[in-house]
């Protein structure tokens, strides 16, 4: 940063006169990058001065200079000569110029989080005085919490300053909607969970990692969960609560005596489940009735799967629901 105020410095070692008493001087601390105007005291208008800076570039006025000193701190010199009008050539001066600049360095320049987090920008910083960050908070370090570039300039004892800028890139979350809770029954058995974000990667509840789960209806409530995880790291969640209709009713026994009253083995909450299977065995194990998918035709009367009747006993039964349920076992007793 350039300080366009030129202050002018006077060297006071000009010849007096036509003599060449003279002596040299330090000058006061220069910032880095600023510009100062020096100039000399006693000068009659007449005589010619020769001008050499180490460290820093100047304009040449004859009997001052505006100096641009450059952004390397340390020692530095300016050296002027006289000749006068009668051609007299004074000694060389020399007078040294600090030049001072601060360094401060915001440790990462480009820094990534996800939207809802925060990221502490930190300094590493030498010979200063004062820090001030762009929304006017003084301290080493700066919380950020959206995406932006963000500024600290720095100063030291002297009033030279420096300054850096650092980004901060803050990524958006997967988007996860699983939609309101939701109940299954007669008229809907089943609902998809799509949560496709491209390049993402998944975790259900159950362990699946693909974008989508397709839940069915089950007897007891389901919690369905899923975290998504983006290219970016960043992770979104949702859970959503698929709720039952109650408790599958299972008759213990059933009478295929054709009075028209309890003919069937009549299961009715089994028409939600589109992929169940139901299986019934007689006390040998011989499995007498099978049923893939459950409706009115599909009610088991009685009979074996050649259709011949068969005699009053217990007979053991497996439901499958084909939902990620345990099996349903139990006994149904057939009374003529």
Same mark, same amino acid.
């Given at each position: ?38 100039? !000399? +005291? ?10 050499? %800076?180490?460290?820093?570039? *100047?304009?040449? $006025? =004859? @009997? ?110 997967? !988007? +996860? ?10 008229? %809907?058995?089943?609902?998809? *969970?799509?949560? $496709? =974000? @491209? ?138």
């Amino acid at each position: 940063m350039k300080y366009l105020n030129r202050i002018l410095f006077f060297l006071f070692f000009l010849v007096i006169l036509s003599g060449f008493n003279s002596y040299a001087q330090t000058l006061p601390v220069a910032c880095g990058d600023g510009e100062v105007l020096y100039g !000399v +005291v006693g000068d009659n208008g007449n005589s010619i001065f020769v001008w050499e %800076v180490t460290g820093g570039t *100047f304009i040449d $006025y =004859n @009997d001052s200079i505006l100096v641009t000193w450059n952004d390397v701190a340390g020692m530095h010199y300016i050296k002027v000569t006289e000749t006068n009008i009668y051609g007299c050539v004074g000694e060389q001066l020399v007078d040294s110029v600090i030049v001072t600049i601060p360094f401060v360095d915001i440790l990462d320049d480009v820094a990534e989080i996800c939207q809802g987090e925060s990221y502490t920008f930190e300094t590493d910083a030498s010979d200063i005085s004062s820090y001030l960050w762009e929304d006017g908070s003084t301290g080493e370090t700066f919380i950020a919490t959206i995406s932006g570039d963000y500024w600290v300039r720095v100063e030291d004892e002297y009033g030279c300053t420096s300054s850096d800028t650092a980004a901060l890139i803050a990524h958006e979350l997967p !988007v +996860v909607d699983l939609g309101p809770d939701t109940t299954l029954g007669d008229d %809907v058995n089943s609902i998809l *969970f799509d949560v $496709y =974000n @491209d390049g993402a990667i998944y975790d259900w509840f159950n362990g699946d990692i693909s974008s989508s789960y397709t839940a069915y209806a089950q007897t007891i409530d389901q919690e369905i969960w899923v975290n998504v995880t983006n290219e970016f790291g960043c992770v979104a969640s949702d859970t959503v609560v698929v709720r039952s209709y109650g408790e599958i009713e299972i008759p213990n026994a059933f009478t295929p005596n054709d009075d028209g009253t309890n003919d069937v083995w009549e299961i009715e909450q089994l028409f939600v489940f589109d992929n169940v299977t139901i299986d019934v065995y007689n006390r040998w194990g011989e499995r007498v009735f099978h049923s893939s998918g459950y409706s009115v035709d599909k009610y088991w009367n009685g009979t074996n799967q050649k259709g011949k009747k068969l005699p009053m006993d217990a007979y053991y039964y497996v439901i499958d629901l084909h939902n990620d349920e345990e099996p349903i076992v139990g006994t149904v007793t057939i009374i003529r």
